[in-house]
């Protein structure tokens, strides 16, 4: 019996369970404050997309459901528009008020999500105000050619540059960013080891400046900041001056830093001396990919790992382990500080490692559709929206 065989069932029953139970309290909760609502949507509906199972486990009524609230977290003003959180963040006024209030302010990662999660839904972004999304990628720009998340905000990292991007790939119209800026921010990014940095070293004084680094908070769901910068440089249209998005030699020593974040486990961990983590799986699995060197990993050690962090009644955790005494079903949406308990983050991270990087097996529970490693959705969803986004 090959490896390959030996692998449990990969749980798509379960996972389906998982992430349609979460999903459907979305649209109608506003009893909380949840700033990364869209987000957690995206990894929902992304899951159910890559599983396969969106429309048949999902009625048309609750697909047309889920396309109308996002719809209502488009918002409009003077620095253009874009998506923003929740509708919980939606003043009672702003039917009457053209200029969005703080709270109403769109977010860039929600933009980023919420059109990709529109593309899942098969809409047909007749709705999509594109002339307000470029002003308000300009809007979001800052002069060292990095992106905040809402304009004047002082986040700004590499999540937002990959967001900004993949949002002008989606537009076919980059006429919203400085992309020889951006390229130069992501380039500073860099680090000795081959990794990526969530901004310049030089300029993170006192702060962690290690790859990876992941909060498992709001705002920072996208995580992987090494994977945003590769993918950024590649969906980059390229530049007369510097045409290629990696040197051979830096290309050859990011590989060699992303392969040994593959520990005995067969997970990816997100830094040196770190437990491996199902997110990073993708993170570090999808680099790969980007690079061009898809079978320097082992993809049975990888089937293997994720099989063991599948929680029992469904859904995938960050890391393997039953909780002690854990027999009810966790459908809370956030990633939970409990390694043991799934959460839509990993489950749909897991997932999306998976498609790249399939195990050899018989097993056809283990088999799920191509994905986009540039754009994190499913081939067809992302083909979706590069066909229907662009303006006709
Ligand atoms: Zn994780």
Redesign the pocket.
């Known amino acids: 019996m090959s490896q390959g065989e030996a692998l449990p069932p990969l749980a798509r029953g379960g996972h389906t369970l998982h992430c349609t139970r979460c999903v459907a309290g979305l649209p109608s909760s506003q009893t909380e404050i949840d700033s990364s609502r869209l987000a957690l949507a995206f990894y929902c509906l992304g899951s159910l997309d890559l599983l396969d199972t969106l429309n048949a486990k999902i009625s048309d009524a609750d697909r047309e459901s889920w396309k109308e609230w996002i719809w209502e977290q488009q918002a409009h003003g003077k620095y253009g528009t874009g998506f923003k959180p929740s509708s919980y963040m939606t003043p009672e006024d702003a039917s009457v008020n053209d200029e969005y209030s703080e709270n109403d302010t769109p977010h860039l990662i929600m933009t980023y999500t919420g059109m990709l999660s529109l593309a899942i839904l098969r809409d047909n972004f007749d709705k999509l105000d594109r002339p307000g999304i470029i002003k308000f990628l300009r809007s979001c720009q800052r002069s060292d050619g990095s992106f905040s998340s809402i304009p004047d905000s002082t986040e700004s990292d590499l999540r937002l540059v990959y967001c900004a991007f993949a949002i002008s790939t989606f537009l076919d119209d980059w006429s919203g960013v400085d992309i020889a800026k951006s390229v130069t921010f992501i380039k500073r990014c860099r680090t000795y080891e081959g990794g990526y940095g969530q901004e310049p070293c030089a300029e993170a004084q006192g702060r962690d400046c290690h790859l990876f680094v992941?909060l498992h908070e709001m705002l920072t769901v996208l995580g992987g900041t090494t994977y945003c910068a590769l993918a950024a440089l590649h969906l980059a249209p390229s530049l007369p001056n510097d045409p290629l998005p990696l040197t051979p030699r830096e290309r050859h020593q990011t590989v060699r830093w992303l392969i040994q974040n593959q520990d005995d486990s067969g997970g990816f961990r997100g830094r040196t001396g770190k437990d491996a983590?199902?997110?990073?799986c993708f993170w570090c699995g999808a680099s790969l990919q980007i690079l061009g060197v898809p079978d320097v990993l082992d993809p049975i050690a990888l089937a293997a790992f994720l099989a063991r962090c599948q929680f029992k009644y469904g859904g995938i955790a960050?890391a393997p382990g039953e909780h002690p005494g854990q027999d009810f079903v966790d459908t809370s949406l956030e990633p939970s500080a409990d390694p043991f308990s799934p959460d839509p983050y990993?489950t749909y991270l897991s997932l999306a490692a998976l498609s790249i990087h399939p195990p050899h097996t018989s097993d056809t529970t283990w088999k799920l559709d191509a994905l986009d490693p540039l754009l994190n959705a499913r081939s067809a969803t992302a083909a979706w929206a590069r066909e229907k986004i662009p303006a006709q």
């Open positions: 992941f983590d199902a997110c990073y960050k990993h």
